[in-house]
């Protein structure tokens, strides 16, 4: 990538970052408030992607997500923990041969019962 290319791109992630708020004396450490930025940011970027179908962006998306993900790990490590042993249980539950099938209606509306719960109860 040539110089001026990466000065574009540092002036381009200055401006959204600083649209989105992200703090401005960010160094890296996770941060509630710079996990929730970079969740915004994400959304944004997602969007712009189904709206335009400009792919262009998605290995930054992935990035972002990574680095999310690594955020929600240091800040909440206990939800991190519980919702990966939930995950491997549902992996092992599903791979079971006697493992009963659900309609797509029950599979969302145990979704969304799930999401009401979390609203719910403060991150």
Not at 4 to 26: H, K, M, T
Not at 71 to 76: A, P, S, T, Y
Request: with cysteine; aromatic share 6%.
């Amino acid at each position: 990538m040539r110089t001026p290319s990466i000065e574009a791109l540092a002036s381009a992630w200055a401006r959204i970052a600083q649209e989105a708020g992200f703090p401005a004396d960010y160094e890296g450490t996770a941060t509630p408030e710079a996990h929730q930025v970079s969740e915004a940011i994400q959304e944004r970027i997602r969007e712009h992607i189904v709206a335009t179908n400009d792919m262009r962006l998605f290995g930054l998306l992935h990035l972002l997500g990574q680095a999310s993900l690594r955020m929600e790990q240091v800040l909440w490590p206990r939800e991190y923990e519980r919702m990966t042993r939930e995950v491997e249980e549902a992996l092992r539950k599903a791979d079971d041969p006697n493992a009963r099938s659900y309609t797509h209606e029950e599979v969302m509306q145990a979704m969304q019962e799930r999401i009401d719960q979390a609203r719910d109860k403060p991150c």
